[in-house]
């Protein structure tokens, strides 16, 4: 068994190398978890209760195809779906499986959710208007309530397996849910199974959930295949810093989130703290193998919202405006959770799952928010240097370094200027280049390419000039050095 895994793993791999490697660079992911994002059809609305953060609230792959609209109009050109196979039937914990990822069926639509028929209209009219479809790929477990576990006993880690195990974050339960055994070939094989089914339906990528409790050679085996198909793949292993990222990219996925810059950018940006944090991180961004691969995120469905780390409500959405203009100044892959482009409040499991409002249900604040994101996500498209460019940092003088950091990003003879600024007022900076390690021609007075915002910067005589809005991140286009 080992010894056929093996030989096809290699083959896979090599015939994997000989194509290009799936990429997303470039593109900027928008998240949903449907049953929280829009009704379109109430006549699968069994058990739902809005009014109840544990149970079903009724929003569905039609509602979700009905709102691309809405999100092609942010700007997003992908789309990750939280699971959409059938769930247990039964409610566990008093929580229904309405997040989709208790599943008994891989292979087939949530009745919550619609149809194979309805998956097949939204990937046709994802892929119609040009944007990607991912869908997220439980591998490590089905749910407590699932007719597998009765159905194929064998399939499953045993108590004594977990308590003999050296390495029980593969072997042992996830929170209790029941332990797929991936070294068993019928369980390998089914797993296989789904990645090619939904390929075969539509689905651009992938985006694998808690890879941390899989068992690591399937996994290796897993991403060979997806790579040798050209499908892109993202894992989600929890408080990944950058090490964690380049291990894994190595092994062979193209992505995975960044939760240190998310930790960092949530304490800079929404506590106030130092932005030294978040320079910490980026500096490490040479050992990635793929730094242009990376997903960076400001939230997810699985950690409080971004606009909850501030106590006040009125601070919260200013501070997300700076956070996700600051994330679009960044090498990676931008992935924005439904809402936070409104700055939407939440704390920890579910109320960071509240149902999605749109337009017509904004106040001011979120339409300042929403605004500011489309605006950013525009500039960030326009510019090859901020969609796929080189990114430096530059050497800020200690005296600023709490409070402003500065990179470059480079590509397709564009240099663009990236200035974070995290003092409490405007303020005016004048930085000799030579100090901060950037050599660039006289620029006149030009504003930041994100054209709502009142941010300026200009070179003269060796120094750089920057006038700057507090709590907020600029973006300027530099002149090449002749």
């Not at 978890?33 to 058990?47: E, I, L, V, Y």
């Not at 990528?205 to 050209?230: N, P, T």
């Not at 050599?439 to 915002?453: E, G, I, K, M, N």
Request: neutral net charge; aromatic residues 10%; hydrophobic residues 40%.
């Amino acid at each position: 068994m080992r010894a056929t895994f093996s030989l096809t793993a290699l083959l896979l791999t090599s015939c994997a190398l000989a194509q290009a490697l799936p990429s997303m660079e470039g593109q900027v992911i928008y998240q949903v978890m449907p049953d929280r994002f829009f009704d379109g059809d109430a006549s699968n609305n069994s058990g739902v209760d809005r009014s109840n953060l544990r149970a079903w609230h009724g929003g569905d792959l039609a509602g979700l195809t009905q709102k691309l609209p809405y999100i092609q109009d942010l700007g997003a050109t992908a789309v990750w779906l939280t699971p959409i196979y059938r769930q247990q039937a039964k409610s566990s914990f008093d929580t229904s499986a309405y997040h989709g990822y208790w599943p008994e069926d891989f292979r087939n639509v949530d009745p919550h959710f619609g149809s194979l028929a309805t998956f097949d209209t939204f990937t046709k009219t994802a892929r119609n208007a040009g944007m990607k479809v991912i869908l997220d790929q439980v591998i490590n477990h089905v749910g407590y309530e699932a007719g597998t576990v009765t159905q194929h006993p064998a399939w499953f880690h045993t108590p004594a397996q977990c308590d003999a195990a050296a390495d029980k974050d593969t072997v042992c339960p996830l929170s209790g849910l029941p332990d797929l055994n991936q070294q068993l070939p019928e369980v390998r094989q089914m797993l296989l199974g789904n990645a090619d089914f939904w390929r075969a339906r539509g689905v651009d990528a992938f985006r694998y959930d808690a890879i941390k409790h899989v068992d690591q050679a399937f996994l290796k085996e897993l991403l060979a295949r997806d790579r040798a198909a050209g499908t892109w793949t993202l894992g989600e292993w929890y408080d990944a810093d950058t090490g964690t990222v380049a291990q894994w990219q190595k092994t062979g996925f193209d992505s995975l989130f960044l939760f240190s810059l998310q930790n960092a950018l949530k304490r800079s940006i929404m506590n106030g703290q130092s932005l030294r944090g978040v320079a910490e991180v980026l500096s490490r961004s040479s050992e990635l193998p793929r730094p242009g691969e990376v997903a960076l995120f400001l939230d997810n469905h699985d950690v409080p919202r971004f606009a909850q780390a501030t106590l006040f409500e009125d601070e919260a959405p200013p501070l997300t405006r700076y956070g996700l203009r600051a994330l679009m100044t960044l090498r990676g892959i931008p992935v924005i959770w439904q809402g936070t482009e409104i700055a939407m409040r939440g704390s920890t499991d579910p109320d960071n799952r509240r149902d999605m409002r749109f337009e017509n249900q904004w106040n001011a604040s979120e339409k300042m928010v929403f605004g500011a994101t489309q605006v950013a996500i525009a500039a960030r498209k326009a510019s090859p240097a901020l969609s796929q460019g080189e990114q430096k940092l530059l050497a800020v003088p200690a005296v600023y370094a709490d409070d402003l950091l500065l990179m470059t990003r480079a590509a397709a003879g564009q240099t663009v200027l990236a200035a974070w600024h995290n003092g409490k007022a405007r303020r005016t900076f004048s930085l000799p280049l030579k100090k901060l390690g950037l050599s660039a021609a006289d620029l006149a007075v030009t504003r930041s390419l994100f054209s709502d915002q009142d941010a300026k910067v200009s070179i003269s005589r060796g120094y750089l000039h920057l006038s700057l809005p507090p709590k907020d991140a600029a973006a300027f286009p530099l002149h090449q050095e002749k």
